[in-house]
């Protein structure tokens, strides 16, 4: 994804610069996975077996539910569907079945805007096209939802009401030429929509609710331009023959709008919308004429209502401020009174836009609230008669795109990776995840919020204990610093890093590897031009950061570094031709003595004198070994072509597990993990997971491996996810 592309450039320009050609993109992947094989774990056991048995492990999805819900409609406690016009996205639309939200596929492209159900098995929902679609309206037969033939107008409808499946009634508007809007009425009947001749056809006017009693009562609500410019209420009653509009209460020197109605019997009707654009409006009717009712003074608009009979009634509302609160107004006999409706932790602009209520003591109420992170994420809130309930509401069609980048476990049920994801609104943002032993559960995500986050690796020496490290920019200037933040075991703590001056050209650090809370080392680059880069490394001792001297300052980079203790480490990277390997004593770096291309980039050790590093070479898996003295090259398992390394963790000298990629098209790729027995490597049986890759892998024993990447091929419009795979 492009997360990982953007925390690749640096590595892939060394690599032109050095003229190699055949390292490709997966020795620069090595970033997300370097050193997080120390951490896993140090005793040794026993050597694997000639094949492990892998298996994948379900990840939540992210939360990113984006786009407001805009629409409700409920036939029981049991049963609710609801839509979003989540225009960029192409609608979307979730049913409630009594315990939870699911989202339900379209279709196709479409805007939705209102839906309203006559059973558990018969819903209409309707909007506009969406995203070069020509869908503007569905219908949901208690399995799927299915496109409804409808005319092709420019214009959209905003309100729909069913009293069975074969008899509904969508309000909206059309646009003329000149792009003045008129009122829209069509007619479902079971088959298809038709249009349905209105009176105010010439007139500047629209129509955004309607709600029907039965096939032959129905009213409709919207506001139109007077002759002296003011907006004033419209509404049409319709006999099921033709339409009538009737006069609002509201005087005709006010401006305002009925945006919401609700008729629970033919000759009663609840609208609610506003006057002068700031003050909540009521209006009733008692089957002859339309009269004002009294609202509580609230700092809001109201947007909805829904009715069980004409004295017992929900309306929802937005603020008219961006900070003040989301009110619900419920209606017992003749009084209004007012509940404040909070939004989850964090949230900021609670606002409600539908409202659906099958029982006086049951609704659900739905709409949005700005996030620390983007606006309009989805909300959705149960009335039982005396308080308002969050439940949580599905991801938009726009599931954002993400993936692990690194995994470290410092016990078979202690494990956390990290990695970043895409919002809707076209952000990175850093994740992490910790494994329990039975299952993955999403942590806060890692701080910072306000800028593009890419998380490279990860490394746990204790089950409360866990350094992330990656890079961060800024989105104003563009600039790129290193960045690190500390789990503690309930959340994640950015720490500081000194002389992180931050470059456009990227400046990050790409591995880390920690022996304890108290000792942690992290490398990467800095870069001064696309072109030169500088090896950079920092030593962490439980409090702070510390930058660390390198011992040739020319140009050069470091993907991976493991530790076996405070006073031993080994970091992998490149430098012009060749690659790099440097050791950290824990006073000093020294070069080690390498040879080969260039395309090393993980690196794990089970002791001073036993490391295995691996990454991808002249578009094939590559392997070296460090004995205490030298380095030298392995025979890696056959791989398909153009395969390469990008992670490996080693629980002893003996037992070494290596996980990346190979590609299939263009797009799609498929993981590859090699285990090493002591004496050769073995190629290991995968599950089938699609057009996925791994890019980081952690043991805690020989035969106890989690490894961690991304599935999804975006080529097929599929988007890419977190993927966790574990052995044993």
């Not at 609840?270 to 009269?291: D, H, L, M, Y």
């Not at 098209?665 to 002591?678: C, E, L, M, R, V």
Request: charged share 10%; with cysteine; proline share 8%.
């Amino acid at each position: 994804m492009s997360g990982h592309r953007i925390g690749m450039r640096l590595a892939l320009l060394a690599l032109a610069a050095a003229g190699v050609t055949g390292a490709g993109p997966m020795a620069a992947q090595a970033a997300g996975a370097a050193g997080s094989g120390a951490a896993g774990g140090s005793a040794a056991r026993s050597a694997p077996a000639a094949t492990q048995t892998w298996s994948v492990q379900p990840t939540p999805p992210i939360p990113d539910p984006t786009g407001g819900l805009a629409s409700v409609s409920c036939t029981s406690p049991g049963f609710c569907a609801s839509v979003s016009d989540v225009a960029y996205a192409g609608g979307l639309a979730a049913v409630w079945n009594g315990t939870s939200w699911r989202k339900e596929p379209l279709p196709g492209p479409v805007a939705l805007r209102a839906v309203s159900c006559a059973s558990p098995t018969f819903c209409a929902a309707v909007g506009g096209p969406s995203r070069g679609g020509t869908t503007e309206a569905v219908t949901w037969n208690g399995t799927t939802w299915t496109a409804a033939p409808s005319p092709s107008l420019n214009g959209y409808m905003e309100g729909v009401s069913c009293s069975s499946s074969s008899a509904c009634l969508a309000v909206g508007e059309i646009f003329n030429a000149k792009d003045v809007p008129h009122p829209r009425v069509e007619r479902w009947n079971g088959e298809k929509w038709s249009l349905v001749a209105n009176p105010m056809k010439n007139s500047f006017a629209d129509l955004s609710a309607v709600s029907c009693s039965s096939a032959s009562a129905c009213t409709a609500t919207g506001d139109y331009r007077s002759k002296s410019g003011a907006d004033t209420p419209l509404i049409e009653r319709w006999d099921g023959s033709r339409l009538v509009v009737q006069q609002s209460a509201q005087p005709p020197s006010q401006d305002g709008s009925l945006v919401g109605v609700s008729c629970p019997v033919s000759d009663g009707c609840i609208a609610v919308g506003t006057v002068s654009f700031s003050t909540p409006q009521i209006e009733i009717w008692n089957g002859t004429t339309w009269a004002m009712m009294t609202s509580p003074a609230v700092s809001a608009t109201l947007s909805g209502v829904s009715c069980t009979t004409i004295t017992a009634c929900t309306a929802v509302a937005r603020p008219l401020r961006p900070s003040g609160p989301a009110v619900a107004e419920q209606l017992s006999g003749s009084t209004w009174t007012v509940t404040q409706v909070s939004g989850p932790a964090g949230a900021s602009d609670v606002y409600l836009d539908g409202v659906s209520c099958p029982l006086a003591a049951g609704c659900m109420a739905v709409g949005g609230y700005d996030s620390r992170y983007h606006s309009d994420k989805s909300l959705a809130e149960q009335w039982n008669g005396s308080q308002w309930a969050i439940h949580a509401t599905p991801n938009d069609p726009m599931t954002p795109e993400g993936s692990f980048t690194g995994v470290s476990c410092s016990d078979p049920d202690a494990c956390a990776a990290i990695g970043n994801f895409q919002t809707s609104d076209g952000a990175t943002i850093a994740l992490g995840e910790k494994w329990n032993g039975s299952q993955w559960a999403l942590t806060a995500p890692l701080p910072p919020s306000g800028d593009t986050t890419l998380p490279a690796s990860v490394s746990c020496p204790a089950a409360a204990m866990c350094m992330a490290v990656g890079s961060r920019q800024k989105r104003d200037s563009g600039q790129e610093y290193p960045w690190a933040a500390a789990w503690n075991g309930t959340r994640w703590v950015s720490t500081v890093l000194p002389g992180a001056v931050g470059s456009i050209y990227g400046d990050q650090l790409s591995g880390v590897s920690c022996v304890s809370a108290t000792s942690c080392i992290a490398v990467g680059s800095l870069a001064t031009a696309a072109s030169n880069t500088r090896a950079l490394a920092y030593a962490w001792d439980g409090t702070q950061w510390t930058k660390l001297p390198r011992p040739a300052p020319g140009p050069g980079y470091l993907y991976g570094v493991s530790c076996t203790s405070a006073t031993w480490c080994v970091a992998v990277g490149g430098h012009r031709s060749t690659w790099l390997a440097d050791a950290w004593n824990g006073t000093a770096w020294t070069v080690q003595p390498t040879s080969g291309f260039p395309g090393i980039g993980a690196v794990s050790c089970s002791s001073a004198s036993a490391c295995t590093a691996v990454g991808e070479s002249r578009g094939e898996p590559a392997v070296e070994r460090w004995d205490g003295t030298n380095w030298t090259a392995q025979q890696p398992a056959t791989a398909p072509a153009n395969a390469g390394f990008s992670g490996v963790s080693c629980a002893s000298a003996t037992a070494c597990t290596a996980v990346g990629k190979y590609p299939t098209g263009q797009y799609s790729a498929a993981p590859i993990i090699q285990s090493w027995d002591g004496s050769s490597w073995v190629a290991e049986p995968l599950p089938d997971t699609g057009s996925s890759s791994l890019a980081s892998v952690s043991c805690t024993s020989a035969s106890l491996c989690t490894a961690a990447g991304e599935q999804g091929d975006p080529i097929d419009g599929v988007d890419q996810t977190p993927l966790a795979e574990r052995s044993g």
